[in-house]
């Protein structure tokens, strides 16, 4: 009886709570605005066939319902550059009506971070209306992950690894770095086209290190793991409300990197190295996918679509019908969104700096 | 029995999927697209796919794959009514049909050539099929051992098939290949990023500057679209619109369908040859339809005891070459489905669709018969089926499609420039797909011109990314286990697949070497003066070459990124060379001089600049007035000046093509390439 009135007081206050937000950012807004009779456009910087066009493809139906006036949403994809085409374009688009939305990835940020030439946009200049992350989970073969001791990853260092990637100036660059601080030495074999090349690759018994975002570990890996040819060695773990790193929502039973290094001799939890991963990390899967609204945007038209996306956000179906394409992550709007979105583009100048020298002492890589 | 416990439950999967109303439909409408493409001349399998692949991306599977193998399965099946109605071949595999189909259609027994063409066509379609289902089922296992030095060693493989599609002169062919490749690697290497011919210092250009645009436009590298449509269709399309006639004057049948069944069942057993005949000249990749068709009409001949009545309306000489033509679609789909290796250029066009549809869940070759085997016997079952609908068509509507032949080109030509320029730029939308069109399609119609083996160019382009990829890792890969143990490295080096593949190439080269003289997979070429070919040669020299200094210019660092460019151009600079010193001292006569233009053996009516002209005025004026105030002014002054038609007929042409343009553009969701005036006024949608 107390448990049941527990629950629906919380309830209550939560929806009470949640209606006031509404009102108060709809009262500072004025009245939203109406797209009845028009198209919202959703452009893509990818191709049809990458994470972000399902990430989007998602999300447009249900936003076309969310809409004031339900709106038709397309999704338009505009690939080139790893992105940064599209993202200049959108760069140089101004707010005019409010259909004009723009999603971006952790591929549009690692240029920006990195100071990559092609970058001509300012991530500053636009309005982020939600912030989508995932998480990303490393394993092993089983023979190699026998080697470890508990947490303690130092067994593997006399291991040879081969990793299939994509490049390290890319989300490789989290697991690489990772894997380095461990002192594990990984060899990236370059030239695949996708992570589900490199996990073929650790199938045929090529590679022997390899990592994969949620979505893809919970499809491609997990059927391995149950015949005991992989096995899970960490996840890079989830952010708290704080900032700290705690384990991943989809996989409680793993431990985090952060766990594995502190249980590891020489892996440090602290200082340089540490806040640069943590940084990229952060830009690279908590906040992965976002979407905005060109310069310029109407305090009217930011409400409207935040209010949209939490609407989505609150369907009565939304756990169940995000779980198996989403994952168990957090989509974040206002000013969650908003703080999610400074973390993932400002990084410390010092972070940079480490992982641009980085790049340039381990891979050969200048971006300038 | 383990084979057979994985395939029988995915063969009964495969069937469930095809089975479905829409299934159907999305392969009937494949089929009737099949069926027109292979109607009009010089329009085959791969201008066709061309067509469909803006409409892959993100579509069901399924439904991609009925549409897609519809259309290839059938026109083989089609084509035989312009090479029997009007001695022209309906695409490249009907060539010898044309020895005895047309002779009987002169006789007034039309009807009984299609009717025993129709009948070969569908059991030849079946055998294939039947063939594929076996094939699957063998190598299976085999192809889930692949690692990547066996990928690797499997597309050298592919490669060294651009050797017997060289035709006379095999160093054309080789060059041709090379030039492909080297096509292929414009853009962002794989592994450390590098650009090739691309200068480094666009990246640093100003925003909106055309250096910076052509950087982010090249950058992916060209796609397959504006490379299949460049190559093959565009140099088809202007080479008839320079004929400038109807395919076909008249279109009358005769009688006798019946009595070309009775043929075709006469001599089944010639027909059951043949289409083994199909299925293995059809599996080595390279080799395909162009070919096919006359080994097949050879073996007629040879098995057949009367042999005067060959070239004035021999039935046999129909049965044979149509019996193969399709089974060998079935023969194509086996490198193609187990390797990813492309058989022949639509198979080419076909791999690049694959990866477009369902959000690239699905890529041909090891990892779809490891994930995907309902989805490869679907294919299979589809191509049986396709074979099936498309034979009951051409029997059913046989007077219909007949007349299509009698509409001139002139009116037909528009339409699918109109059609081309649409898919090409879906692959970027903006303008520069259709600057990109045009350049390769002006490559395209020299190649054709001077009998540059054009399926070796794009075989060269596909295998491109995966040749230099495979090969880096493998390398890569190959040190690391060198590095534990010597006999780890050779092991992992060489498997005996590898080997055996090795020798299977080893095999294949000298044989295609061998054989290559007496193929002429384009039909023979007039030689004419020196000077044209030999300023081609020389254009093809300056490619190369900078190519060749662009890669050598690549720093240290980034050496993965410069080997394979470096090597391929060095290569076909060699046998560029060779090409000249041969062009120096053979004489005028030589096959080395082939020149399409020598004597207007072609029949033109029009002069290749003037009608290639009307392509680049369209290019011109999208630039200026956005694609579709462009679209309609080409269209009405096509029609209305080129074609000759009133101002009538040509405004409704015109106006008939615009809104089936916007019909497909809403469907799909894209925008129109803008030009110069959008950029000053701002104007509604599709003028946008």
């Known amino acids: 009886m107390t448990l049941i009135a527990t629950t629906r007081r919380v309830a209550f206050s939560l929806v009470a709570a949640a209606a006031a937000t509404f009102a108060t950012q709809a009262s500072a807004g004025g009245h939203g605005i109406d797209l009845s009779g028009k198209t919202v456009e959703w452009v893509i910087p990818f191709s049809e066939t990458g994470g972000s066009a399902k990430w989007a493809n998602f999300y447009a139906p249900l936003l076309s319902e969310a809409l004031p006036g339900s709106p038709t949403v397309v999704v338009k994809f505009m690939p080139g550059a790893g992105s940064t085409k599209g993202a200049n374009w959108f760069q140089q688009q101004n707010y005019d009506d409010g259909t004009l939305i723009f999603g971006s990835s952790g591929s549009t940020q690692f240029p920006y971070l990195l100071g990559d030439p092609r970058v001509r946009y300012e991530y500053g200049d636009w309005n982020v209306v939600l912030a989508s992350g995932t998480g990303g989970v490393a394993y092993l073969p089983p023979d190699l992950a026998a080697q470890m001791d508990g947490l303690d990853a130092s067994g593997l260092r006399d291991t040879d690894f081969i990793y299939g990637s994509q490049g390290a100036t890319r989300l490789d660059l989290v697991p690489l770095l990772a894997w380095e601080m461990l002192g594990l030495n990984v060899e990236p074999v370059f030239g695949i086209k996708g992570r589900g090349d490199g996990r073929l690759m650790f199938e045929r018994g090529e590679a022997n290190i390899d990592y994969q975002t949620s979505s893809s570990f919970l499809k491609g890996v997990t059927p391995l793991v149950e015949a005991g040819t992989a096995v899970p060695m960490m996840s890079w773990g989830a952010l708290d409300a704080d900032g700290d790193i705690v384990r991943d929502p989809t996989f409680p039973d793993m431990p985090t990197f952060k766990e594995v290094c502190e249980a590891t001799d020489g892996c440090e939890t602290s200082g340089e190295q540490w806040d640069a991963w943590k940084a990229f990390f952060v830009a690279g899967f908590p906040a992965q996918k976002m979407v905005f609204l060109p310069a310029g945007a109407s305090a009217d038209a930011m409400v409207t679509y935040t209010a949209a996306f939490e609407a989505i956000k609150t369907r009565a179906d939304f756990a169940e019908i995000s779980a198996g394409r989403l994952g168990v992550y957090p989509q974040m709007t206002g000013d969650e969104a908003a703080g999610a979105l400074q973390s993932a583009t400002q990084v410390p100048e010092s972070a940079k700096a480490f992982v641009v020298g980085w790049l340039k002492d381990r891979y050969g890589v200048s971006l300038n | ?688």
């Open chain 2, 1 to 688: 029995m383990d084979i057979l416990s994985v395939a029988l439950p995915a063969l009964s999967d495969a069937a469930g999927l095809i089975l479905q109303p829409v299934v159907l439909g999305y392969l009937v409408l494949g089929v009737v697209m099949g069926l027109c493409i292979g109607v009009f001349p010089g329009l085959g399998g791969i201008a066709g796919l061309s067509l469909l692949l803006p409409f892959m991306f993100g579509m069901d599977p399924i439904l991609g794959l009925a549409l897609m193998i519809g259309m290839v399965a059938v026109v083989p099946t089609s084509d035989t009514f312009a090479s029997v109605l009007m001695g022209i071949p309906g695409s490249s595999a009907s060539q010898a049909t044309v020895l005895d189909g047309f002779p009987m259609a002169k006789k007034g027994e039309a009807a009984r050539a299609l009717s025993a063409a129709f009948a070969s066509s569908l059991f030849g379609g079946l055998v294939g099929a039947s063939f594929l289902t076996l094939f699957i089922l063998a190598a299976r296992p085999i192809v889930l051992e692949f690692r990547t030095p066996e990928l690797l060693m499997i597309t050298i493989f592919g490669l060294s098939m651009v050797g017997i599609l060289a035709g006379r002169v095999a160093l054309k062919g080789l060059v041709a290949a090379g030039l492909g490749m080297l096509v292929g690697v414009i853009g962002e290497g794989a592994f450390e990023g590098e650009l090739r011919m691309i200068p480094r210092d666009w990246i640093y250009a100003d925003s909106g500057s055309l250096q910076f645009g052509i950087y982010q436009y090249l950058g992916d590298g060209l796609k397959l679209v504006i490379v299949g449509l460049g190559i093959f269709a565009i140099p088809e399309i202007v080479a008839l619109l320079r004929q400038d006639r109807a395919i076909s004057e008249r279109a009358v049948l005769g009688g006798g369908w019946a009595s070309g069944v009775r043929d075709w069942f006469a001599n089944i057993w010639l027909s059951v040859r043949c289409s083994i005949i199909g299925v293995v000249v059809g599996v080595i990749p390279g080799l395909g339809g162009s070919v096919v068709d006359w080994i097949a009409y050879g073996h007629s001949v040879q098995t057949t005891k009367d042999k005067s009545r060959f070239g004035s309306g021999e039935i046999r000489g129909v049965i044979g070459p149509e019996s193969s033509n399709n089974a060998k679609e079935g023969g194509g789909l086996v490198p193609t489905l187990l390797f990813g290796i492309p058989g022949s250029g639509s198979m080419a066009v076909f791999i690049g669709a694959i990866a477009l549809l369902g959000s690239g869940n699905i890529e041909v070759g090891p990892s779809m018969l490891k994930n995907n085997l309902d989805v490869t016997y679907a294919i299979v079952w589809l191509l049986a089926l396709a074979n099936v609908v498309g034979t009951l068509i051409c029997i059913a509507a046989s007077g219909g499609i007949a007349r299509l032949t009698t509409i001139p080109f002139s009116l037909l030509a528009p339409f699918l420039f109109m059609i081309i320029s649409f898919a090409a730029f879906q692959s970027g939308q903006n303008l520069m797909d259709l600057v990109a069109l045009f350049g390769i399609g002006l490559l395209g119609i020299l190649m054709r011109r001077f009998d540059w083996s054009r399926p070796a160019f794009l075989i060269g382009f596909v295998l491109s990314t995966p040749a230099e990829n495979y090969a880096n890792q493998a390398v890569q890969i190959a040190q690391s286990r060198f590095r534990d143990s010597f006999g780890e490295g050779l092991e992992y080096i060489f498997s005996p697949i590898v080997i055996v593949l090795i020798v299977i190439t080893v095999i294949s080269v000298v044989v295609g070497l061998r054989q290559a003289k007496q193929i002429m997979a384009e039909g023979a070429v007039e030689s004419g003066r020196k000077r044209a070919p030999l300023i081609f040669l020389l254009a093809v020299l300056a490619f190369l070459g900078t190519a060749f200094l662009n890669a050598a210019a690549i720093p240290d660092y980034a050496w993965r990124d410069q080997v394979f460019p470096y090597f391929v151009a060095g290569i076909s600079i060699l046998g560029a060379l060779v090409l000249l010193v041969q062009m120096m001292v053979r004489p005028e006569t030589h096959a080395l001089f082939a020149d399409r233009e020598a004597g207007n053996s072609e029949g033109n009516t029009h002069g290749l600049w003037s009608t290639l002209g009307w392509f680049a005025g369209l290019l011109v004026l999208t630039a200026l007035l956005g694609f579709i105030l462009a679209l309609a002014i080409f269209l009405f002054a096509f029609i209305r000046f080129r074609a000759g038609k009133s101002l009538g007929f040509a405004a409704i042409y015109a106006a008939a093509g615009i809104g089936f343009m916007c019909l497909m553009a809403g469907l799909l969701n894209r925008d129109f390439p803008p030009g110069l005036l959008q950029s000053y006024v701002d104007l509604p949608w599709p003028l946008t």
